[in-house]
């Protein structure tokens, strides 16, 4: 959920962006290459399903804290000015 927010896929825009984006971690990402899913006995898109249903981290965060006046702080992504990264899919 992490890496969707850095990458900047949403719930909204996930589909779309595996159907057309050549950046190569979209593209991990989305499960349209590399194995990691088989490696994990998931379903390649298993990390898009996740966007889908629930959104990326932001978005997650935003529905589920937002309301509550909760602001990011340190949660917000590290090129922002928190804390929040993730490690490369491969």
């Given at each position: 959920m992490?890496?969707?927010?850095?990458?900047?896929?949403?719930?909204?825009?996930?589909?779309?962006?595996?159907?057309?984006?050549?950046?190569?971690?979209?593209?991990r990402l989305t499960g349209?290459?590399?194995?990691?899913?088989?490696m994990?006995?998931?379903d390649p898109?298993?990390?898009?399903?996740?966007?889908?249903?629930?959104?990326n981290y932001g978005e997650s965060f935003q529905r589920n804290l937002g309301p509550l006046g909760v602001e990011r702080g340190y949660n917000r992504l590290w090129n922002d000015g928190g804390l929040m990264f993730a490690?490369?899919?491969?």
């Open positions: 992490v890496t969707a927010e850095e990458l900047g896929l949403t719930s909204a825009n996930v589909k779309e962006q595996a159907a057309t984006s050549i950046d190569p971690n979209v593209e349209k290459t590399g194995d990691l899913g088989k994990l006995n998931l898109a298993w990390a898009m399903n996740i966007v889908i249903q629930v959104g490690p490369l899919i491969r």
